[in-house]
RNA sequence: GGCGGAGUAGCCAAGGGGCAAGGCAAGGCUCUGCAAAAGCCUCAUUCGUGGGUUCGAGUCCCACCUCCGCCUCCA
């Protein structure tokens, strides 16, 4: 991939700034995670699916990628959700800590290289807290440990606020022994009946800000390279982490660059459990294949909120499916000239070959001569790595597939040679070489579906196919727990639906391997049926093959028929 | 009130000083036994409103209107 420089917005600076990483060829980021106290919802798939896209971006530029995200699995909130549910809360928050890896498993989301949980790391936050308090900035106050905003000169730079700002809308809960109104807790005495640890200031458990601190700065080590997360955790979380981390180490900065997402909205608000207003993932992958709702949070810039309604889904389906369709031909296609993982193509910039072939082509009309697709191909991946590495502007980089998708079915319209031999053209410019040609850039678009679509994006299935006929391996339907790691075939590359299936955590309950089987059988009666079709449209008994297909659209079943023979697939509703 | 962000075609959505990407929808057409799919063509003298800077402004500046986020848990 062409080394474009990368450039993102900097919440911290206020501006795109050109990424070098802390260590050369090494990204180090962190991620806040989740409280895992109920099902995720769309708004936590979002920074989920971007920063996955960051990451696999990373990769694909050549850099070693390592990724964080914690789970904040101790709270006040999972403490009263297991107290109302009578369960213990680390057991509470465990369970739904793997429901919301199995919900970002079904998303095809990579899994991090570490998922530290608060409850995991007490020593590392009791050493900070410590160190805090001996080094001056912070204080003990009735079993609780607070930070001393004043004790940091920087507060606020991240938010953009400064400190007499902040106080006026600052509100001091009764009963708390601040010595200054923004000053937030490091530590908190339990109370009765609550999970504690021990510490040097009595039974307690950590303030929400001082984990991520303490568990980044562990894993990552001291000026790590990107902390992200929603935007709506820029205050008081991040820029409290700011303070205590820097306070805590004494050496700035804590952190090279500070990424925000947007937040998904629901008629004009903030999706959030609080106002009750959110979509369950699961609840969507009922409805909506994965690399489909992804599709949908990336088809938005990831700084900007994402309106999300059933209606605006269902809006940006059919171009979606137009991508998808595309990529399903490219398939059948190529056949087996396809490989299931695409090589790094190398230089495939617009050679000197291709810019001939474009000069003496006779005549206008595309149609019949199309603008070689190599050419297609290179401006492709040209625009594609331009918006990605232009603050990661994935909507351009989404228009770069439809440009492709284009070129690629205007190429296959003007008749080319099947996966089974390249002399048969139907169209197109007479002579072998043409085929040739022509098959040659089905190739390159081939690949490099798979690698900007699949590999990075993860917005096409891995095998289209399968996705298209409602085929395939059986779906995730249990959680691997976070202590296992992720299985070794992810590391690389992730394709998105070789495991994940439109149904993924909505079939929970299914019985995958039958479903499996029963879907294989389908798929053989369906091609035997139009084999049948077949001799009777070469019979010209079209009142027969009609029927066939008419019989099979009922069925949920859609028959078309291509130059390449014909192709099915299953209705979506 | 403070801080941050947004208003671009019927809808979604890029762009961000040089005469408006992409997608959906709509209309016309081509291919096809028919259909579907796909392709071609059409679809914003105009970027919330009013001023200003400039040879030139969605793009910069000022004011105003509307909306959203944060300031409390939050992805």
Same mark, same amino acid.
């Given at each position: 991939m062409p080394a474009e420089a990368l450039r993102f917005y900097d919440t911290l600076t206020r501006r795109k700034v050109e990424f070098v990483p802390r260590d050369p060829g090494r990204v180090s980021i962190y991620a806040c995670g989740v409280t895992p106290y109920d099902d995720s919802h769309l708004g936590h798939a979002r920074p989920a699916i971007f920063f996955d896209v960051v990451r696999r971006y990373l990769t694909a530029r050549g850099w070693q990628v390592r990724y964080v995200q914690n789970f904040t699995d101790i709270d006040d909130k999972i403490i009263a959700r297991a107290a109302k549910e009578g369960v213990p809360p680390l057991e509470l928050s465990a369970r739904y800590a793997d429901r919301y890896l199995a919900a970002m498993d079904a998303l095809g989301v990579k899994r991090a290289d570490a998922y530290p949980k608060v409850s995991e790391h007490i020593p590392l936050i009791l050493e900070m807290v410590q160190k805090l308090v001996e080094k001056g900035h912070a204080y003990v106050g009735g079993g609780d440990v607070y930070f001393s905003v004043e004790s940091f000169p920087a507060y606020g730079r991240l938010s953009g606020q400064r400190l007499e700002e902040i106080v006026a809308g600052a509100r001091v809960e009764v009963g708390e022994e601040k010595r200054h109104p923004a000053d937030f807790a490091l530590w908190k005495a339990a109370k009765p009946g609550e999970p504690a640890w021990e510490s040097p200031w009595g039974p307690g458990r950590p303030g929400w800000h001082i984990e991520c601190s303490a568990m980044s700065l562990h894993y990552l080590g001291n000026h790590f390279d990107i902390h992200g997360g929603g935007i709506d955790l820029v205050f008081p979380h991040h820029e409290n982490e700011i303070a205590q981390s820097e306070a805590y180490t004494g050496d700035p900065p804590f952190v090279r660059h500070w990424l925000h997402n947007g937040l998904v909205t629901t008629k004009a608000e903030k999706m959030s459990k609080s106002l009750g207003n959110f979509t369950t993932v699961e609840a969507i992958l009922k409805d909506f294949p994965p690399e489909f709702v992804r599709y949908f949070l990336l088809s938005v810039h990831y700084r900007s909120p994402v309106a999300f309604s059933p209606e605006a889904l269902a809006a940006s389906r059919r171009g979606w499916e137009r991508l998808l369709l595309t990529w399903y031909e490219l398939n059948r296609r190529l056949g087996t000239a396809l490989p299931g993982r695409a090589q790094r193509t190398g230089e495939t910039g617009e050679t000197r070959d291709t810019r001939e072939?474009?000069?003496?082509?006779?005549?206008?009309? +595309?149609?019949?001569?199309?603008?070689?697709?190599?050419?297609?191909?290179? %401006?492709? #991946?040209?625009?594609?790595?331009?918006?990605?590495?232009?603050?990661?502007?994935?909507?351009?980089?989404? @228009?770069?597939?439809?440009?492709?998708?284009?070129?690629?079915?205007?190429?296959? %319209?003007?008749?080319?040679?099947?996966?089974?031999?390249?002399?048969?053209?139907?169209?197109?410019?007479?002579?072998?070489?043409?085929?040739?040609?022509?098959?040659?850039?089905?190739?390159?678009?081939?690949?490099?579906?798979?690698?900007?679509?699949?590999?990075?994006?993860?917005?096409?299935?891995?095998?289209?196919?399968?996705?298209?006929?409602?085929?395939?391996?059986?779906?995730?339907?249990?959680? #691997?727990?976070? @202590?296992?790691?992720?299985?070794?075939?992810?590391?690389?590359?992730?394709?998105? @639906?070789? #495991?994940?299936?439109?149904?993924?955590?909505?079939?929970?309950?299914?019985?995958?391997?039958?479903?499996?089987?029963? @879907?294989?059988?389908?798929?053989? +009666?369906?091609?035997?049926?139009?084999?049948v079709r077949e001799e009777a449209r070469r019979r010209r008994d079209f009142a027969q093959a009609d029927r066939i297909r008419n019989r099979l659209g009922e069925l949920g079943i859609v028959v078309e028929d291509t130059t390449a023979g014909p192709r099915w697939r299953r209705r979506r509703e």
């Amino acid at each position: 991939m062409p080394a474009e420089a990368l450039r993102f917005y900097d919440t911290l600076t206020r501006r795109k700034v050109e990424f070098v990483p802390r260590d050369p060829g090494r990204v180090s980021i962190y991620a806040c995670g989740v409280t895992p106290y109920d099902d995720s919802h769309l708004g936590h798939a979002r920074p989920a699916i971007f920063f996955d896209v960051v990451r696999r971006y990373l990769t694909a530029r050549g850099w070693q990628v390592r990724y964080v995200q914690n789970f904040t699995d101790i709270d006040d909130k999972i403490i009263a959700r297991a107290a109302k549910e009578g369960v213990p809360p680390l057991e509470l928050s465990a369970r739904y800590a793997d429901r919301y890896l199995a919900a970002m498993d079904a998303l095809g989301v990579k899994r991090a290289d570490a998922y530290p949980k608060v409850s995991e790391h007490i020593p590392l936050i009791l050493e900070m807290v410590q160190k805090l308090v001996e080094k001056g900035h912070a204080y003990v106050g009735g079993g609780d440990v607070y930070f001393s905003v004043e004790s940091f000169p920087a507060y606020g730079r991240l938010s953009g606020q400064r400190l007499e700002e902040i106080v006026a809308g600052a509100r001091v809960e009764v009963g708390e022994e601040k010595r200054h109104p923004a000053d937030f807790a490091l530590w908190k005495a339990a109370k009765p009946g609550e999970p504690a640890w021990e510490s040097p200031w009595g039974p307690g458990r950590p303030g929400w800000h001082i984990e991520c601190s303490a568990m980044s700065l562990h894993y990552l080590g001291n000026h790590f390279d990107i902390h992200g997360g929603g935007i709506d955790l820029v205050f008081p979380h991040h820029e409290n982490e700011i303070a205590q981390s820097e306070a805590y180490t004494g050496d700035p900065p804590f952190v090279r660059h500070w990424l925000h997402n947007g937040l998904v909205t629901t008629k004009a608000e903030k999706m959030s459990k609080s106002l009750g207003n959110f979509t369950t993932v699961e609840a969507i992958l009922k409805d909506f294949p994965p690399e489909f709702v992804r599709y949908f949070l990336l088809s938005v810039h990831y700084r900007s909120p994402v309106a999300f309604s059933p209606e605006a889904l269902a809006a940006s389906r059919r171009g979606w499916e137009r991508l998808l369709l595309t990529w399903y031909e490219l398939n059948r296609r190529l056949g087996t000239a396809l490989p299931g993982r695409a090589q790094r193509t190398g230089e495939t910039g617009e050679t000197r070959d291709t810019r001939e072939t474009r000069e003496t082509r006779e005549g206008d009309n +595309l149609l019949v001569n199309p603008e070689p697709l190599e050419l297609s191909v290179a %401006q492709a #991946r040209e625009t594609f790595d331009r918006a990605m590495a232009d603050d990661w502007n994935t909507p351009v980089a989404i @228009s770069a597939l439809f440009d492709l998708a284009r070129a690629v079915n205007l190429a296959l %319209q003007a008749g080319l040679p099947t996966a089974a031999g390249a002399g048969a053209t139907t169209g197109g410019r007479p002579g072998p070489e043409a085929g040739d040609n022509v098959a040659a850039g089905l190739l390159l678009a081939g690949e490099l579906f798979r690698e900007l679509a699949v590999d990075i994006l993860g917005i096409l299935p891995g095998d289209p196919e399968a996705a298209v006929k409602g085929i395939g391996p059986a779906t995730v339907t249990t959680a #691997r727990p976070v @202590s296992e790691p992720a299985p070794a075939g992810a590391a690389g590359e992730a394709p998105v @639906s070789a #495991r994940a299936t439109p149904a993924a955590v909505a079939a929970a309950t299914a019985p995958a391997a039958a479903a499996v089987a029963e @879907s294989g059988l389908v798929e053989q +009666l369906v091609d035997l049926l139009l084999e049948v079709r077949e001799e009777a449209r070469r019979r010209r008994d079209f009142a027969q093959a009609d029927r066939i297909r008419n019989r099979l659209g009922e069925l949920g079943i859609v028959v078309e028929d291509t130059t390449a023979g014909p192709r099915w697939r299953r209705r979506r509703e």
